[in-house]
């Protein structure tokens, strides 16, 4: 099958959520130019440039950028504008109240660095922070909603940092954007329309929450309606006269801290929590691909380990000779993905608390000795965690952490050659549902493992004081030749690993552009099952992978890939179909 018959055929099964998303909006009638048509934003979800290019999940933020970028601004000044307009106009993803991974390339330094803005426990936590007074683990929703799941926000601290090291604008010009939306408002979009409608009973019951997303007699907001924000504005009004210090010392945090303290299933963040909180910089997870390196986060997230891992233990296999319909291929790739599951679930939790085999997992001796598990003709029968070499040892047992599919994702590449690929998150849709000061705090905490221990023996990610929660957030850059090539990420709770691993293998393997690699159907692996894109082509796959052995389940996968391409002659961006997603390049 050809690269263009491919292209229409992805850009075809994408068509239905392309219609769905793109329904005109109504402004109010006061409205006559709504701040959308006044920014000129559009809806395109590819784009090309020579100089610079912006793609995030939601045309308003993707604009943010392009301002910052047209105003001779810094790929990392982009990212806060783009960042700080996510938080208004898909505030259920992303936010002030969340916490964030990003990966840069210095094109000064031809260096790569990460950043991680993860949320961390409180002081007061305790390992039984999810269980009850038997000791048995919480149910999910009774750990979500309410203050108990709220960590330390991390993404208001990261922000500055990174400004401060790679920002060229100044600090407040950054913020203008988002007050101008706050102030003025935005049109609902229709997937955020769709979501109030689906958690509107648990938003009911924050006061604040329901004010602002119900109307005016309790129903959810409908697509179109023009939604401002004053209390949004005001701060990040303070945030643009005072730094991050203005949210993590005096009244936003004392807000903060009251919240989750009087919240009906109340949690423990206290004044200290916030003062303490830093910024980590740490190196990057790096891992050989058909030439290339491919690059991002380690722990605490699990991310660019477990991508890493699924690649190395690719690396043998000839999946472009088997291309994109052949079972045999997915085959492959969820066998790799539930032997790097098996590990994540093994090892991988915050290394500043627990000793974790980083290098170990991505060496490629041992991914070698792991691939040679796939070389049969079925899936495997079972799974288990591998022996990577340790610098020192220490048993864990295996632990499961439930990460719900809400996050978003930003790629950016500026004039002078920086690169920003950034995931970022408030972890479930709505976060714990407990609104202050016009932004969701978040559920990060239900990233831990609820259990402690499994036969007495630990699980690495299980709650500790000051400890950040494991994450999926896969956030990555990929290098040819020491320079960049790549930048892509993409929501999805646990299921980033594979929205991204797939996308990799779309571009890399079966030579498909850059958008038709993102909208090809997602067949991926996590704890089990095969998952295999509902309605697409994808479940022609499933008889050939059921003879195999595998169980395999039917499901919406609305990933939010976003991409930026580096190449010779230019750049090249795109965003997920699936989503509402923009792309702008000059």
Same mark, same amino acid.
């Given at each position: 099958?050809?690269?263009?018959?491919?292209?229409?055929?992805?850009?075809?099964?994408?068509?239905?959520?392309?219609?769905?998303?793109?329904?005109?909006?109504?402004?109010?009638?006061?409205?006559?130019?709504?701040?959308?048509?006044?920014?000129?934003?559009?809806?395109?979800?590819?784009?090309?440039?020579?100089?610079?290019?912006?793609?995030?999940?939601?045309?308003?933020?993707?604009?943010?950028?392009?301002?910052?970028?047209?105003?001779?601004?810094?790929?990392?000044? %982009?990212? !806060?504008?783009?960042?700080?307009?996510?938080?208004?106009?898909?505030?259920?993803?992303?936010?002030?109240?969340?916490?964030?991974?990003?990966?840069?390339?210095?094109?000064?330094?031809?260096?790569?660095?990460?950043? +991680?803005?993860?949320?961390?426990?409180?002081?007061?936590?305790?390992?039984?922070?999810?269980?009850? /007074?038997?000791?048995?683990?919480?149910?999910? #929703?009774? *750990?979500?909603?309410?203050?108990?799941?709220?960590?330390?926000?991390?993404?208001?601290?990261?922000?500055?940092?990174?400004?401060?090291?790679?920002?060229?604008?100044?600090?407040?010009?950054?913020?203008?954007?988002?007050?101008?939306?706050?102030?003025?408002?935005?049109?609902?979009?229709?997937?955020? *329309?769709?979501?109030?409608?689906?958690?509107? /009973?648990?938003?009911?019951?924050? $006061?604040?929450?329901?004010?602002?997303?119900?109307?005016?007699?309790?129903?959810?907001?409908?697509?179109?309606?023009?939604?401002?924000?004053?209390?949004?504005? +005001?701060?990040?009004?303070?945030?643009?006269?005072?730094?991050?210090?203005?949210?993590?010392?005096?009244? !936003?945090?004392?807000?903060?801290?009251?919240?989750?303290?009087? =919240?009906?299933?109340?949690?423990?963040?206290?004044?200290?929590?916030?003062?303490?909180?830093?910024?980590?910089?740490?190196?990057?997870?790096?891992?050989?691909?058909?030439?290339?390196?491919?690059?991002?986060?380690?722990?605490?997230?699990?991310?660019?380990?477990?991508?890493?891992?699924?690649?190395?233990? #690719?690396?043998?296999?000839?999946?472009?000779?088997?291309?994109?319909?052949? $079972?045999?291929?997915?085959?492959?790739?969820?066998?790799?993905?539930?032997?790097?599951? %098996?590990?994540?679930?093994?090892?991988?939790?915050?290394?500043?608390?627990?000793?974790?085999?980083?290098?170990?997992?991505?060496?490629?001796?041992?991914?070698?000795?792991?691939?040679?598990? #796939?070389?049969?003709?079925?899936?495997?029968?079972?799974?288990?965690?591998?022996?990577? &070499?340790?610098?020192?040892?220490?048993?864990?047992?295996?632990? =499961?952490?439930?990460?719900?599919?809400?996050?978003?994702?930003?790629?950016?590449?500026?004039?002078?050659?920086?690169?920003?690929?950034?995931?970022?998150?408030?972890?479930?849709?709505?976060?714990?549902?407990?609104?202050?000061?016009?932004?969701?705090?978040?559920?990060?905490?239900?990233?831990?493992?609820?259990?402690?221990?499994?036969?007495?023996?630990?699980?690495?990610?299980?709650?500790?004081?000051?400890? &950040?929660?494991?994450?999926?957030?896969?956030?990555?850059?990929?290098?040819?030749?020491?320079? $960049?090539?790549?930048?892509?990420?993409?929501?999805?709770?646990?299921?980033?690993?594979?929205?991204?691993?797939?996308?990799?293998?779309?571009?890399?393997?079966?030579? #498909?552009?850059?958008?038709?690699?993102?909208?090809?159907?997602?067949?991926?692996?996590?704890?089990?099952?095969?998952? !295999?894109?509902?309605?697409?082509?994808?479940?022609?796959?499933?008889?050939?992978?059921?003879?195999?052995?595998?169980?395999?389940?039917?499901?919406?996968?609305?990933?939010?890939?976003? %991409?930026?391409? !580096?190449?010779?002659?230019?750049?090249?961006?795109?965003?997920?179909?699936?989503?509402?997603? *923009?792309?702008?390049?000059?």
């Amino acid at each position: 099958m050809t690269r263009t018959s491919l292209l229409l055929l992805a850009l075809l099964l994408a068509a239905p959520a392309l219609a769905q998303e793109a329904r005109p909006v109504a402004p109010d009638a006061a409205d006559s130019r709504t701040p959308e048509a006044a920014s000129g934003v559009g809806a395109a979800r590819s784009a090309t440039g020579k100089s610079w290019m912006v793609v995030a999940q939601n045309p308003l933020a993707a604009a943010a950028g392009a301002e910052m970028l047209r105003a001779g601004g810094s790929a990392v000044d %982009a990212a !806060i504008a783009t960042q700080l307009v996510l938080g208004l106009v898909e505030p259920q993803s992303s936010g002030l109240g969340g916490g964030a991974f990003l990966v840069f390339w210095d094109a000064d330094a031809g260096a790569l660095t990460t950043f +991680d803005g993860r949320e961390t426990a409180p002081l007061a936590a305790t390992p039984t922070l999810f269980q009850d /007074a038997e000791g048995k683990p919480l149910g999910f #929703l009774e *750990a979500v909603v309410g203050g108990r799941s709220v960590g330390t926000p991390g993404t208001p601290r990261l922000l500055e940092t990174i400004h401060r090291r790679y920002g060229k604008l100044p600090w407040a010009r950054l913020f203008e954007p988002a007050i101008r939306l706050a102030e003025e408002g935005f049109a609902v979009s229709p997937r955020l *329309a769709s979501l109030i409608a689906a958690d509107a /009973a648990t938003l009911r019951a924050s $006061p604040a929450a329901a004010a602002y997303f119900l109307d005016a007699a309790g129903a959810p907001l409908a697509a179109g309606t023009r939604l401002r924000n004053p209390a949004y504005a +005001d701060t990040l009004r303070r945030l643009a006269a005072g730094g991050a210090d203005a949210f993590y010392a005096g009244p !936003i945090a004392d807000d903060i801290v009251a919240t989750v303290r009087g =919240a009906p299933n109340p949690g423990l963040l206290a004044p200290e929590d916030f003062a303490v909180y830093t910024v980590e910089e740490r190196p990057p997870v790096c891992g050989p691909y058909r030439g290339r390196q491919v690059c991002g986060m380690g722990p605490p997230s699990s991310g660019g380990i477990a991508v890493a891992q699924i690649l190395g233990m #690719l690396e043998p296999y000839d999946l472009s000779a088997l291309g994109p319909r052949s $079972p045999e291929a997915w085959r492959l790739v969820a066998d790799a993905s539930r032997l790097a599951f %098996a590990d994540r679930n093994r090892y991988v939790a915050d290394d500043d608390f627990v000793p974790v085999p980083t290098k170990g997992l991505v060496d490629p001796v041992y991914l070698a000795e792991r691939a040679k598990l #796939l070389s049969g003709d079925d899936a495997l029968p079972e799974v288990a965690p591998g022996n990577p &070499r340790w610098s020192h040892a220490r048993l864990w047992a295996d632990g =499961a952490a439930l990460e719900l599919p809400s996050t978003s994702h930003l790629a950016i590449v500026d004039a002078d050659g920086d690169v920003v690929s950034m995931t970022t998150t408030i972890e479930a849709g709505f976060g714990a549902r407990l609104m202050v000061r016009g932004f969701l705090l978040n559920n990060e905490l239900t990233d831990f493992s609820f259990a402690t221990h499994v036969d007495g023996v630990p699980i690495a990610n299980r709650v500790e004081p000051g400890k &950040r929660p494991r994450s999926s957030m896969a956030p990555t850059i990929v290098l040819e030749g020491g320079k $960049p090539v790549l930048a892509i990420g993409s929501p999805g709770g646990s299921s980033i690993i594979g929205y991204v691993a797939k996308t990799l293998i779309a571009y890399y393997d079966f030579d #498909l552009d850059l958008s038709a690699a993102i909208a090809l159907p997602h067949v991926f692996s996590r704890f089990g099952p095969v998952e !295999i894109e509902a309605g697409t082509e994808a479940e022609a796959l499933i008889p050939g992978l059921t003879a195999m052995g595998f169980e395999t389940r039917g499901s919406e996968q609305t990933s939010g890939v976003q %991409a930026v391409a !580096i190449r010779p002659d230019g750049l090249v961006g795109a965003a997920d179909p699936r989503r509402e997603g *923009a792309a702008i390049g000059e």
